[in-house]
């Protein structure tokens, strides 16, 4: 009697979702950062996280609803850390922040009036829910998305409910619907552990997120749930396939959760397109150890060619790897 001694997840029914043709926009968690780097590098035409990474859904929520109306941003939404002396904003990572408030603004603006337009052109939204824990201003009990080091007397701590995810994200469904009622919109829900959060915590947290999702997809056939957390946990059960802090995926198992995405989503020809980007993306990014000038211009040279071939033979690609 043979044994596979694992739980093998199978890849989604979906393929021809996601292709070189069409937009698509990430917004979440780390899950939405490293499926979506893998998707530029296949040159895709993706948009990811125009706020940053974002954990919690109820702070996606509002980014979503602000791309869609495409929120403009002032100085009256931004503030002056105490101690760091740079602007930060409350809906937004730390990646946004900086000295110069007017170049804040401008960036958080420039990306919210791009990704509202990709929005209304894209195919699909993947979302990752990363934790259920929020974090409340005490002053005006707005949830944030990034506390920016603040004292933690500054906020409250809290755990979203099943209830208030799904009243919220009805809604948000209900918005995306009608600003592009062709979108697929895709859940999944992050693998990473919140070990902040307490062991217990965070299978609280991840609990919640997953009865949540079922609840809006149990109501709505045409949602979609990628198993990012259940590949993770049940069909990569070992810590080998863990980075060195033992909470984040490896980049084997990374590579492996978006072989399973690719299956699930791509056809095979799109896979295959996306081979090609892959490698000529490599080669873009491949740095030469070597102080020979003739060398260095043929390597270049042959690139470039590489290049001009794969966008002539494939028009339709994102072109943003091109120099």
């Known amino acids: ?77 931004l503030f002056k850390h105490p101690e760091d002396n740079r602007w ?29 337009d990709s929005l209304k052109q894209a195919s699909a939204i993947i979302i990752t829910f990363g934790s259920a824990w929020v974090y409340k201003l005490k002053s ?11 004292p933690q007397s500054t906020f409250n701590r809290i755990l979203l409910s099943i209830s208030e995810i799904v009243e919220s994200w009805t809604e948000i469904i209900t918005a995306l619907n009608s600003y592009n009622n062709k979108i697929k919109i895709i859940f999944t829900i992050s693998p990473i552990r919140h070990k902040g959060d307490g062991l217990h915590g965070n299978q609280v947290s991840k609990s919640i997120l997953h009865v949540a999702i079922n609840e809006l997809i149990t109501h709505n056939d045409s949602l979609i749930y990628f198993p990012a957390y259940e590949i993770m946990n049940d069909d990569l059960r070992d810590y080998r396939f863990y980075a060195s802090d033992m909470l984040h995926p490896s980049d084997v198992a990374i590579e492996y959760i978006y072989n399973l995405f690719s299956q699930s989503f791509m056809t095979e020809e799109t896979i295959s397109i996306a081979s ?43 072109k943003f790897n091109l120099k």
Not at 36 to 57: A, D, H, M, W
Not at 93 to 106: A, C, R, T, Y
Not at 140 to 150: D, P, R, T
Not at 282 to 308: C, P
């Open 88 to 116: 930060h904003s409350f809906m937004h990572h730390s990646s946004f922040s900086s000295i110069d408030k007017h170049q804040m603004l401008e960036k958080i603006n420039e990306k919210i009036n791009e990704a509202h």
């Open 276 to 318: 090609e980007c892959e490698k000529f993306t490599r080669r873009l990014n491949h740095k030469i150890m070597s102080d020979d000038i003739e060398a260095i211009n043929r390597f270049q040279n042959a690139t470039n060619e590489i290049g001009v071939k794969l966008y002539t033979k494939y028009p339709f690609l994102n």
């Open 1 to 77: 009697m043979s044994h596979d001694f694992r739980t093998v997840v199978s890849p989604l029914k979906n393929r021809g979702l996601i292709d070189h043709h069409h937009k698509i926009m990430m917004v979440g968690s780390c899950f939405s950062d490293n499926i979506g780097k893998r998707l530029q590098e296949s040159c895709f035409n993706v948009n990811i996280n125009p706020f940053g990474t974002l954990y919690n859904p109820a702070s996606i929520a509002c980014a979503i609803n602000a791309i869609i109306k495409n929120n403009i941003f002032s100085i009256d939404n």
């Open 140 to 150: 005006n009990n707005q949830v944030v998305s990034n506390c920016h080091k603040l």
